[in-house]
């Protein structure tokens, strides 16, 4: 047995006990208690009105599948089999690549053991399609000739110093954003520039200031947005989507907890008591020896009654008849509680959701093993995979541009040899009377 209010307790065997008549104090609620903020501030422009955007939004997508399994597919895609740099070569009718080997540029492949430049790059990549920032941070040699490492910063912890003459120069970094032990001298200053600087620029900007260490951004398009990009399956999120993917699963859970587990209703009035006991002595009770005898009288029902135990048992429970009005009282009443709602009910919905937040991803639900909704095929045809894989990364070449500029600025720094050029190939299924492997390697 156990006690969910003061005159209600839910019984092992799936019934609740309900006490009726007995006085009820009314519970008090205290407002809740707000974090301190940190948005106010002179220095730094806020990530969403109260400056926790990014981490409002990630607490919601790593509750929903659709929105975690989309962005998986988003960032699986954007890297594909990883960073390859290939050599361009004059061909009879167009350029050719031909992927370079670590023999044949052991300072490129030396930079990227010792920086660990792949997972670095798989990081940024995620930033950027989660949301639509990375924040990559080039370390130069003490003479600033050389580029010698490069670090990512986690985007949610990154912010924007507050423009200068139109000029953003410096990027905050501090990891408890919005945190009760958030302490703004533990907040890391860092100057940066834009990806539209040209290498030339920034060379002389940190010779010029003394400059051994920065970050270029990798942002996406800007267009309405003043300093933090908008993007565009984050429309999901803003437009309430994803909060009704989460009321459904809350709804459910609740719905199992408390309705389905509960199958009766024992109404037991106070003239009950009164009856067995007795009215003057009745009256006489305390409180804290009327809620004892009530508890008694609920655990003595649960263990006759629940179980094996209680089978072919009968309950047996007085009528008394009110002095005043002469209304019949029941001492003891079982109510069944009904069943209403469907094990399917409001599942559209939360289909209708998912679908909306794929849809802005761009990414087509056969690939995690759905359909269109109303569709002949809900799971998604090996062809429909391989076709809508197909586009996906037919639209990847954009995102290419600006997260491989984080190669581009080490070439063209350190000096690497200027047809080499970094790609993120990807592997296209393909069926077997094409390739015997079932794959092709495709070059974006």
């Not at 990630?58 to 290939?86: D, F, N």
């Not at 834009?194 to 200031?209: N, W």
């Not at 009910?345 to 849809?359: C, M, V, W, Y």
Request: aromatic residues 10%; negative net charge.
């Amino acid at each position: 047995m156990k006690k969910i209010s003061q005159d209600i307790y839910a019984l092992s065997g799936g019934a609740v006990v309900r006490f009726t008549g007995s006085s009820k104090n009314a519970p008090t609620h205290s407002a809740p208690k707000l974090l301190p903020t940190n948005a106010d501030t002179e220095e730094w422009c806020n990530w969403g009105d109260d400056n926790l955007y990014p981490k409002r939004l990630l607490e919601k997508i790593e509750k929903v599948g659709a929105a975690s399994g989309g962005l998986e597919i988003l960032t699986s895609a954007h890297y594909g089999t990883g960073i390859k740099v290939y050599e361009m070569r004059d061909g009879e009718t167009d350029a050719t690549f031909h992927e370079v080997i670590p023999s044949e540029a052991p300072n490129i492949f030396d930079f990227f053991d010792r920086t660990q430049f792949e997972l670095v790059l798989s990081d940024v990549i995620v930033d950027y399609e989660t949301l639509g920032i990375a924040f990559p941070e080039f370390l130069l040699s003490p003479n600033g000739n050389e580029i010698i490492s490069v670090i990512r910063h986690k985007a949610a912890d990154c912010r924007f110093e507050k423009p200068i003459n139109g000029m953003i120069n410096h990027v905050y970094i501090n990891t408890a954003w919005g945190e009760t032990e958030f302490d703004k001298r533990n907040t890391v200053k860092v100057p940066c520039f834009s990806m539209y600087h040209s290498m030339q620029e920034i060379q002389e900007e940190c010779k010029k200031r003394g400059i051994r260490k920065f970050i270029m951004p990798i942002i996406n398009t800007l267009t309405i947005e003043k300093v933090y990009p908008s993007v565009g399956w984050h429309s999901a999120f803003k437009s309430g989507w994803i909060d009704v993917v989460l009321s459904i699963p809350e709804f459910k859970k609740y719905m199992y907890e408390q309705q389905f587990n509960f199958k009766y209703l024992i109404h037991i009035a106070d003239d009950y008591f009164v009856h067995r006991y007795g009215k003057e002595v009745w009256d006489e009770f305390d409180a804290e020896k009327k809620e004892r005898l009530r508890n008694e009288m609920a655990t003595a029902i649960d263990e006759e009654m629940s179980g094996n135990k209680g089978g072919g048992k009968s309950l047996i429970s007085p009528f008394f008849r009110d002095r005043n009005s002469g209304e019949v009282i029941k001492g003891i009443q079982i109510e069944e509680i009904p069943q209403t709602l469907a094990s399917g009910e409001f599942l559209p919905d939360a289909s209708a959701g998912n679908s909306e937040i794929l849809f802005s991803m761009g990414v087509d639900p056969a690939l995690l093993g759905a359909g269109i909704p109303g569709g002949k095929n809900l799971s998604g045809s090996g062809s429909d995979k391989r076709e809508a894989y197909t586009i996906l990364c037919a639209r990847l070449p954009r995102k290419h541009a600006r997260t491989l500029q984080v190669f581009r600025l080490i070439q063209k720094w350190n000096g690497w040899n200027p047809n080499f050029v970094a790609k993120l190939p990807n592997i296209n299924l393909t069926t077997l009377d094409k390739n015997p492997n079932g794959q092709v390697k495709v070059i974006n």
